[in-house]
């Protein structure tokens, strides 16, 4: 089972740091119109629409990505100081009212639109000689069934967690800081750390 966990969120994670790049991409689409539009005073008019285009890409490609990693967004005031065999109970909970039917409703309307819009050659008309829609509305429904795909693996995270009483493990990802070598810079052990951390248990707990 662990393994199947861990292929999905290589999948995950692999789709979301191919799409990634389009940061670069992005920045530099950018980059070249400020300088074509006041330097050269050519403007393109499609390249409003393409960062647009790029952007949103970028944010639905990602959202699977995220979900592996434990990044979505929560109220961790609370949830943080929860046993993990709460904090599992109220995932799965939330994840069978609100996560899977807005994503089943997501692919499926995704689904919809991209049909549509390939039917019809759909190009944006929010300026002359705009870029072809098609290729951005069908990411919408493959974004939403990795999303799916990869909901689906942390409602069995929640279900093992209910049983064995702590999170299963997860892949580890890029930091933003070298924990080691900031651990050897400011001279702190493993064992400081988790000395700490049960001291702030320990606060937690009293004040509760």
Known sequence: MQRF???VDGISSWVGQVFSW??????????????SRYVLNSP????????????????????AYTLAKN????GDVLYGFFPPRLQAGLDLLLYFLFFIPGIIALVWAGYSYAAESWAIAEHSTLT?????LYFFKTTIPIAGALLLLQGVVEIIRCVICLREGEWPARKKDVEEVDVE????????????????DKYVDAK???KT
């Open 5 to 7: 966990l861990f292929v």
């Open 22 to 35: 389009l940061v670069l991409t992005l920045t530099l689409l950018i980059s070249w119109e400020v300088f």
């Open 44 to 63: 393109n008019p499609w390249s409003f629409d393409l960062m647009i285009m790029m952007y949103g890409t970028i944010i639905m490609m990602a959202g």
């Open 71 to 74: 990044g979505h967004v929560r």
């Open 128 to 132: 002359a000689n705009g870029p072809p």
């Open 181 to 196: 070598k900031l651990k050897d810079m400011v001279q702190v052990s493993d064992a400081d750390i988790a000395g700490l």
């Open 204 to 206: 937690a707990g009293s």
